[in-house]
């Protein structure tokens, strides 16, 4: 079992503007990655997935694969 990433660093908050950070958890196509894959735990994942969803919409990340 992978450890997760953010209790590994003790992050307290993910910030939706921290995009280097938020794309290691993104495919080539966009799209967020299983946390199975990943080996985050559940409360980082919904945490993580809101930044996301966040930086999608100021249009930080893209929505789809260009």
Request: hydrophobic letters at 40%; aromatic letters at 8%.
């Given at each position: 079992?992978?450890?997760?990433?953010?209790?590994?660093?003790?992050?307290?908050?993910?910030?939706?503007?921290?995009?280097?950070?938020?794309?290691?958890?993104?495919?080539?196509?966009?799209?967020?990655?299983?946390?199975?894959?990943?080996g985050?735990?559940?409360?980082?994942?919904?945490?993580?997935?809101?930044?996301?969803?966040?930086?999608?919409?100021?249009?930080?990340?893209?929505?789809?694969?260009?």
């Amino acid at each position: 079992m992978k450890q997760c990433f953010f209790c590994s660093q003790n992050v307290k908050e993910i910030d939706y503007k921290n995009i280097e950070m938020i794309r290691r958890f993104v495919s080539s196509q966009a799209k967020i990655i299983d946390p199975r894959h990943t080996g985050v735990c559940a409360k980082h994942q919904r945490k993580l997935s809101h930044a996301i969803k966040r930086a999608r919409v100021i249009g930080l990340l893209p929505f789809v694969r260009q």
